[in-house]
């Protein structure tokens, strides 16, 4: 089947944007569409230059026999500051508060367009790192690892407080939770993660970092590497902070239950 070029366009630009970071080569669209390579190597420079354009990504050539385009995700401080700024307002909103200064956050963890947007923002600092799998732990930093994952197109791995049965034989260890300060266990398959891999950790939110911590204490056992530490809501008001190296969107000032006051601000996405 002949395609025209309007068709092409659409079809290789939704194509590449379902395989972000895979190496696509030339041969496959060119079979794809019956077409020549000097053509879909002029559609190529049309979807590379919209793409950023539009602050979606861009399209990495890679020369040689074996070569072909890889889509990385980029999203501009043009486009992530909006969205990074609404965040702000939703998590300051004052019925989020719950008895003990704790927030309800379950509703923007749920929204897909809100996840999905912030998995595309935190994916875009790492689209061109060496990352392998993103890490996150049960249950609410799901969503949000699950949205940076597809975005980086590689595995997820969730740590558990306890075992599965149909998760086979598993590494189990103990942590010091940084907020509480109670001592916690974690668990993960053995069949999660795979010698020298590299990892990206995703939680929803981080007080002191002992989950975190707890984590990165997990992934010596496999003998995998620390890529990158990126959340969604950080607290900044906290005795000791044990993570330094992390990515924030969105930053917790201060609590205040008794006036019932939410003062958030934007994280440190972008001083990095």
Same mark, same amino acid.
């Given at each position: 089947m002949k395609f025209r070029r309007s068709e092409r366009l659409i079809d290789m630009t939704s194509y590449l944007l379902d395989h972000p970071r895979q190496l696509v080569p030339l041969t496959f669209f060119a079979e794809r569409y019956s077409s020549a390579k000097s053509s879909?190597?002029?559609?190529?420079? /049309?979807?590379? !230059? #919209?793409? !950023?354009? @539009?602050?979606i990504g861009t399209l990495q050539t890679v020369p040689g026999a074996a070569g072909g385009v890889k889509f990385f995700v980029k999203v501009s401080k043009e486009e992530a500051e909006p969205f990074v700024n609404e965040l702000c307002k939703l998590i300051a909103d004052p019925e989020r508060l719950l008895p003990g200064g704790y927030l309800y956050l379950t509703d923007i963890l749920g929204s897909p367009q809100v996840v999905q947007? %912030?998995?595309r923002i935190i994916a875009s600092a790492y689209s061109e790192k060496k990352i *392998?799998?993103?890490? $996150? /732990? %049960? #249950?609410?930093?799901?969503?949000?690892?699950? %949205?940076?994952?597809? @975005?980086?197109n590689v595995p997820v791995v969730i740590v558990r407080r306890d075992s599965k049965? $149909?998760?086979?034989? $598993? =590494?189990? /260890?103990?942590? =010091?939770?940084?907020? %509480? &300060?109670? /001592? @916690? $266990?974690?668990?993960?398959?053995?069949r999660s993660i795979k010698q020298g891999e590299n990892v990206l950790i995703v939680d929803d939110f981080m007080k002191a970092g002992? #989950?975190?911590m707890g984590m990165m204490n997990m992934l010596e056992e496999f003998d995998a590497q620390v890529a990158g530490i990126a959340v969604l809501v950080e607290a900044e008001k906290t005795e000791e902070r044990l =993570?330094? *190296?992390?990515?924030?969107? =969105? &930053?917790?000032? *201060?609590?205040?239950?008794?006036?019932? &006051?939410?003062?958030? @601000?934007?994280?440190?996405?972008f001083d990095k």
């Open positions: 879909i190597s002029e559609d190529l420079a /049309i979807v590379k !230059e #919209t793409l !950023e354009k @539009q602050g947007k %912030a998995g *392998d799998v993103v890490m $996150t /732990i %049960a #249950t609410k930093g799901i969503p949000l690892a699950y %949205a940076v994952a597809s @975005q980086l049965v $149909t998760e086979g034989p $598993t =590494v189990s /260890i103990n942590y =010091v939770s940084g907020s %509480a &300060k109670r /001592i @916690q $266990t974690m668990v993960l398959s053995k002992g #989950t975190v =993570v330094d *190296d992390y990515l924030s969107l =969105v &930053k917790l000032s *201060d609590v205040d239950v008794k006036e019932k &006051k939410i003062n958030v @601000q934007i994280g440190n996405y």
